[in-house]
């Protein structure tokens, strides 16, 4: 294709980017300022603010890191992790497996808890492990595991607040979907990303400390080996007095960041959690009729991203391929063990609307 060629609007159906609010997309043309101009930071405190309100929190330190999701997940560990230390991960699919990956590059000790795919970690087993291991950094569990539909139980880990160890959560598929209460389950840091329920394109994650993280940052032997994601410094700039620059703000996304989290807020945060499991619902009532088979643990099925078995004989690349050239629909292949055997079909931000699951039911109807 002509790289001049009009691009092609989609009906983002996979495990993410979703399709994003209007606002957001709107913001993106927004006038360009400088980082350090009086008005952007007024937008960006605005940002931070709103930031709070879906994060459930009252977190000083609660801020966009330049980078999509993945970037969340190395700013908790190589800001919490010196090499040494020890850490205790919940492994049920592709993420918990991505955090045990990067804190093994921090130079940390991983003690595992792993779970079949498909299942829910049982969260007294991560409790159990801390007290097998009292001098673990942080456990660390990822809410809503984008490679299963599966959601992890996060609130019984409140009870780590007692201890020396602190909670990280990835909340990178969960936040803005489904509840996510940073300061009611204690959690320490939290990140997530805006490409999913928050309905802004990729390429910022959210992210939030609280008090007992900060103190870590403190209290470290030697500063973070990235540069780049160093809290500390990047702290400096978008919470200091000072707003020291450290690096160029991605001016535009976080207009769009802006805008999104307004939308969020404008609709209500327990509205888009409704809207979200409403429309989850109805594609989990209706997918076995079509001859799918639902993968998540029941009780443990996230609304916002469906993992689905193929219907018998059903060829997951020609039907995907049918979608999005006939249909103008994406959904999301199988991760792992699961490819070329499953489906992940998001409802996610702005395109967790009753019409994506009338118009997804309706083409694969046709298909079948
Ligand atoms: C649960 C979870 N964590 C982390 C990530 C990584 O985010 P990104 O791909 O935006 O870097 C993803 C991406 O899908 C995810 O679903």
Not at 129 to 154: I, K, L
Request: charged share 20%; net charge negative.
């Amino acid at each position: 294709m002509p790289s001049s060629a009009p691009l092609t609007d989609r009906l983002l159906l996979g495990p993410g980017p979703s399709n994003p609010y209007p606002e957001a997309v709107a913001a993106l043309g927004r006038p360009m300022l400088g980082h350090l101009d009086p008005e952007f930071l007024e937008l960006l405190d605005e940002t931070m603010a709103r930031l709070r309100q879906v994060f459930r929190t009252s977190n000083a330190l609660t801020l966009p890191i330049s980078g999509t999701g993945s970037a969340g997940m190395e700013a908790c560990f190589v800001n919490l992790l010196e090499p040494g230390d020890k850490v205790i991960v919940g492994v049920n699919g592709v993420f918990g497996e991505r955090m045990c990956d990067v804190a093994q590059r921090c130079g940390a000790e991983v003690i595992r808890v792993d779970e079949a795919w498909g299942r829910a970690l049982d969260p007294q087993r991560l409790v159990d492990a801390q007290a097998q291991h009292r001098d673990a950094r942080f456990v660390a569990v990822v809410h809503a595991e984008t490679s299963t539909g599966v959601e992890n139980d996060v609130a019984p880990l409140a009870a780590l607040a007692s201890t020396d160890t602190l909670l990280v959560v990835d909340a990178v598929t969960s936040l803005g979907g489904i509840p996510v209460e940073v300061d009611g389950w204690k959690i320490d840091a939290c990140y997530s990303g805006t490409q999913k329920c928050l309905g802004v394109a990729p390429g910022l994650a959210p992210l939030t400390f609280g008090e007992r993280a900060v103190a870590r940052l403190r209290n470290r032997s030697r500063p973070p080996q990235s540069w780049y994601l160093d809290l500390g410094l990047i702290g400096a700039y978008v919470g200091g007095s000072t707003r020291r620059y450290h690096h160029t703000a991605p001016i535009s996304m976080i207009y769009a960041l802006h805008a999104g989290l307004g939308a969020v807020l404008a609709e209500g945060l327990e509205a888009a959690w409704q809207r979200h499991q409403q429309v989850g619902n109805r594609l989990h009532a209706a997918l076995p009729n079509l001859g799918f088979r639902l993968i998540a643990q029941s009780g443990h099925r996230l609304p916002q991203l469906t993992s689905t078995w193929l219907p018998e004989g059903a060829d997951d690349a020609a039907l995907r391929k049918a979608l999005l050239e006939q249909y103008g629909i994406e959904v999301g292949g199988g991760l792992g063990e699961f490819a070329g055997k499953a489906w992940r079909i998001g409802l996610m931000g702005h395109s967790a609307r009753d019409r994506s699951v009338t118009t997804l039911l309706g083409a694969l109807g046709e298909l079948l």
